[in-house]
């Protein structure tokens, strides 16, 4: 299979163009097509000779994802499934200009980007790990779910978020080669402000990105405050416990200044006692962060649920009374607007690649 001219850097793609001897400034030209002007094939860039068309398809696919089903509509929340080179499937969820989402009152388009196919830290809530993990995404099959989503919108994405299928900081090269293409300027550029990498807490790598020089925002799934609480649902947590993650918060908040989001699932019954939110609660305020609750969505074959929406009410009221920056989603009918994994899981189910094992609690 050959590479996708999406995952060239503008250096690299410099440096194929001198050793096929063509002259520099097609570099700029071809970059100019693929990310400004988004055209659907290598053919479609009229500005260059033929003969350099046919040298470049002889080197490179143009894209690397092929876009093959849209769940929702323009005025709602989308969710593209896209088949990738050796048959899986990834996704990625157009949220449109909507209320409270993701912590902010926000008029812009969001898009949540997958990393990986599966994920291998197995969440016992998360429809993107019940399959287990497949593999990383490359930096060309990252960036080019935001390529994809503008062609397929016609829109300009204004925020992303890292909250697909996967951990993304377990795939931190490609992730970083992939920021490097969608914050770049001769390619997508989209402020590193407007990025958030969301993690389960891998603790070395939150260390790592703190010390990357873009101000790329960082969102961690809490799912409980303490020990006890976190690591009945969170296997991760056995390894990088609570006390470890929040210290290495502490060093991301002394490299940035930016706020640090703690997201929350409320799961009925398991992590959503007022305790929990008063030790949560002390733990934002001290970290200077503010607090994402989500209702737990519903996955099929998974037995958690969400708590009341009184529960729900309150909890977030323990939070606000600690003076902590809480945001709650109540309103429903927003089911694909989470649980990502959930359409690609369906995909690669029917289609025999993969028999997903029964959901144990
Ligand atoms: N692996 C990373 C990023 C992907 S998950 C991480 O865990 O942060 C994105 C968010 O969706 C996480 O906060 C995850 O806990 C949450 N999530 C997973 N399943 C969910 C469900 N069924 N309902 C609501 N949120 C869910
Ligand atoms: Fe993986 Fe994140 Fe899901 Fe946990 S919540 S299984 S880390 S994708």
Redesign the pocket.
Known sequence: MLPALTGLSPDSLATWLKEAGEPSFRATQILEWVWKKKVPSIDAMSNLPAALREKLSASFRLAALEHTHTQGSADTTRKFLFKLHDGRYVESVLIPANPALYGETSDRRTLCVSSQVG?????K?????LAGFTRNLDPSEIAGQVLAAEQLSGERVDNLVFMG???PLANLDHLLAAIQLITGEKTLHLGARHLTV???GLVPQIRQLAEHPQQIRLAI?LHGATDEVRQQI?P?NRKWPVAELFEALDFWNAKKNQKLTLEYILIDGVNDSLEQAAILGRHARRLHAKVNLIPYNTVEGLDWKRPSDTRCRAFRDVLKQAGVSATLRLEKGHDIDAAC?QLRLKQETEEGIISPAPAKR
Do not use: D, K, L
Request: proline share 0%; aromatic share 10%.
């Open positions: 994920c291998a830290y197995g969440c809530f998360c429809a993107s790990g299928m996967g951990e969301s993690t389960s799934s969170m991760i994994g």
